[in-house]
């Protein structure tokens, strides 16, 4: 045994050039070695590839390395290709080759030169590879990725379920699982399904000590945010994942707009692309790539310096495995998240149609993610617990919630309460039931299991309602309750919540951080704002109001006045780049007195402007929004310019919007209103409008809304605007 393991040492420096091996990287390519099934359960950067890339190159055959990955695939092949004497040591077989490209693998493959063959899992199950691979000596299986087998990972793929009926098919050899991210749960999941219940399980520490964990509140300015913040790191690497390949692609071009050396990723551009992409990633050609959470990019980078979350992830575990590409080389790694309330809807929605099954696996993974996005608590303690690991220190000094950390409160006779609720329902149902009998909410299921009749029933309704979701997720962190993952997330007490209930001690919790939609973020634009000069514009603004009789907002947005007194625009040319004022506003007389009056100010307090950032717009939202003007003055049915641009009505109203309120532009859209409204509706909505203060839509609904849809009151708004304020 020493024998061998002098000579895997010495293989690792022969192939590899390392000295030494991180973590259980031995012990698991030693067990491959010795014919046994493998399951490894290892972070991001620990090394994992290494597990099945050595013993490959030791034993006699080819292994099978199943990745869904592509881009993994050819990252890896030319990786060691580049280690290896011979061209062909590995190579992946998937749906960018074309007919010559395999047979040259088949060839390599029966000549013994190929010792590690990728594939997609698509590609295993084809016929013509089964055959093929029935007739070669296949060393052993290594399934990447594992957790796509099951349903309960964040990444399910169906065609992972045939793997092994396949691999019984081609032959059986050893089989080794890995998986970056996996809780208990899933690791069940992937060994039966697998067909390898005896495994060896090698299971590594989740903590990456170098990521730092942040959640900001996502506001209508995260473009600008994300600009900044980049900015702030210039000439590092980056990624930033979105839900949607639109928005990949919009905030590329959002980032070229201003200046930083950035490409678009996903599934829906050609192989071509994304292969350029990459590779100019990897040689530092660009600095930051905007993918989708939907497409696994495997890009193993060891020096990407931050991973940003446009949109909060499905599931903590995709959250585990997206911020695990940052910092792999051990360096600094900042992990940044938005996150918006109104994005968790959009995903629960996004599940309306799927098996209930299905719905209510993603809702209970959506709950846990938006628990870790609101916690006060360590990110990395909260993290580690998701995935079972035990994380002993009170302050990580690595994430937002450590760095500033809330005040703590006493909490002992609310998670008392808390534990009675859930023995009083016989352990039997989820936290958000639990909130709810302890809230005294007769709820449709409360009242179908008659647990509003229980003498408990209510018994927290006296406290403040945003105490008891931090009691609960801080209750299983402390051990005192667990959750039944195979019985859908139920509440269950554990002998510590038993004896706590007998005799309490002091429990000590932080409440949760509260999301406001509207709020700025951390470095969002209100934090320059001058106050000073904001009021005495708003008089200014009041002054012109009065002098033509129209109300406030139609002189400038207060969103525009916040930016002049951020920005201090003191030309009309730098007028124009306040949201909300286009060439139509910069014409109108009190303009130029809206800016002499900054520039007077700005002399009169010594202020030495510094221009706040500003995002550039895109050529392609430019496009888009003069096609729209150019079929409005075409006279063009609105939704049929909504179906031509491939969007909805509402993304339309949205565009319309931004054309008037927020670039100050003219539209007339009379010819359309005329032919939906009627004439004493349209006047009915735009003198609410005349007379309103404000002009906020939300508040034009609740006046309105009884009478008239929120489509005709927001095409009346754009009227009104585009008539009297530009």
Request: hydrophobic share 35%; aromatic share 8%; proline share 3%.
């Amino acid at each position: 045994m020493t024998t061998i393991k002098t000579n895997l040492t010495e293989a690792l420096k022969k192939y590899f050039g390392f000295d030494t091996f991180k973590g259980d990287q031995e012990a698991i390519i030693q067990n491959v070695l010795n014919g046994r099934d493998t399951f490894v359960l290892m972070p991001t950067g620990g090394g994992k590839s290494l597990c099945y890339q050595l013993p490959s190159l030791l034993m006699d055959g080819v292994a099978i390395v199943i990745s869904p990955l592509i881009a993994l695939m050819k990252n890896q092949v030319d990786f060691i290709t580049h280690l290896s004497e011979h061209e062909g040591t590995a190579h992946f077989l998937n749906s960018s080759l074309n007919k010559g490209a395999i047979d040259q693998v088949k060839a390599d493959i029966r000549s013994g030169q190929t010792k590690l063959l990728y594939v997609a899992p698509e590609s295993l199950t084809k016929e013509d590879n089964v055959e093929f691979l029935k007739t070669c000596k296949i060393s052993f299986y290594a399934v990447d990725e594992a957790h796509c087998i099951s349903e309960w990972g964040h990444d399910f793929r169906p065609e992972y379920r045939r793997i092994r009926p396949i691999i019984n098919e081609i032959g059986k050899a050893p089989v080794i699982a890995l998986t970056a991210t996996a809780t208990d749960k899933v690791r069940t999941d992937i060994k039966k399904n697998l067909g390898i219940a005896d495994a060896d399980e090698f299971k590594s520490s989740f903590n990456r000590p170098n990521l730092y964990y942040e959640v900001r509140p996502k506001t209508k300015d995260i473009d600008k945010d994300i600009v900044r913040f980049i900015k702030q790191h210039t000439g590092k690497s980056g990624i930033i994942y979105c839900l949607s390949r639109k928005k990949v692609e919009d905030l590329a071009d959002v980032l070229r707009a201003n200046d930083i050396k950035a490409e678009a990723y996903h599934a829906g551009l050609d192989s071509a692309t994304r292969t350029q992409t990459q590779d100019d990633f990897l040689m530092e050609k660009i600095d930051v790539i905007v993918a989708t959470i939907a497409f696994g990019m495997g890009i193993d980078k060891p020096d990407v310096r931050f991973v940003i979350h446009y949109d909060i992830p499905k599931s903590l575990e995709g959250y585990y495995q997206e911020t695990g590409r940052a910092g792999r080389d051990g360096g600094e790694g900042i992990c940044l998240t938005f996150y918006s309330y109104k994005d968790l809807q959009k995903l629960d929605k996004f599940m309306e149609g799927k098996p209930v099954a299905e719905q209510d696996i993603g809702r209970q993974l959506l709950q846990e993610t938006a628990a870790y996005a609101e916690t006060s608590v360590c990110r990395r303690k909260m993290l580690l617990h998701y995935f079972g690991e035990n994380y002993e220190q009170d302050n990580c000094h690595n994430c937002d919630n450590c760095l500033h950390p809330s005040t703590k409160r006493e909490a002992s006779e609310q998670l008392v309460t808390v534990l009675k609720a859930v023995q009083t329902v016989k352990e039997n149902f989820r936290s958000d039931y639990i909130v709810s009998f302890i809230m005294g909410r007769e709820t449709n299921e409360i009242n179908a299991h008659k647990h509003h009749e229980l003498e408990e029933f209510g018994m927290g309704e006296d406290e403040d309602p945003k105490i008891w979701n931090p009691v609960i997720r801080q209750a299983l962190i402390a051990g005192y309750l667990k959750k039944d993952v195979e019985n859908y997330g139920l509440l269950k007490l554990t002998a510590a919540g038993k004896k706590f209930m007998k005799s309490p001690k002091s429990f000590m919790v932080v409440l949760d951080h509260e999301f406001n939609e509207d709020e700025e973020g951390p470095e969002g634009g209100t934090s320059a704002l001058d106050p000073t000069l904001s009021a005495m514009l708003h008089d200014l603004r009041k002054k012109w109001s009065r002098k033509l009789d129209r109300p406030p907002y139609v002189i400038f947005q207060d969103v525009s006045i916040e930016q002049m007194a951020t920005d201090y625009p003191v030309t009309l040319e730098e007028l124009k780049s306040i949201q909300g004022v286009g060439d139509g506003k910069t014409r109108q007389p009190y303009a130029k007195e809206f800016v002499d009056f900054i520039k007077h100010y700005c002399e009169e307090n010594n202020i030495t402007r510094q221009a706040d950032l500003r995002v550039r717009t895109k050529a392609k939202d430019s496009m888009r929004k003069l096609k729209i003007l150019q079929n409005i003055d075409r006279r063009i049915d609105l939704e049929d310019i909504a179906r031509a641009e491939g969007i909805d009505f509402d993304e339309l109203l949205d565009e319309l919007e931004g054309i008037v309120i927020y670039s100050g532009n003219k539209v007339n859209i009379n010819y359309y209103l005329e032919e939906i409204m009627d004439p004493d509706d349209i006047d009915d909505i735009y003198e609410y409008f005349k007379e309103s203060d404000t002009g906020d839509l939300n508040e034009a609904y609740r006046e309105l809304g009884g009478e008239y849809e929120e489509h005709d009151i927001r095409l009346v708004r754009i009227k009104f605007i585009s008539e009297m304020a530009n």
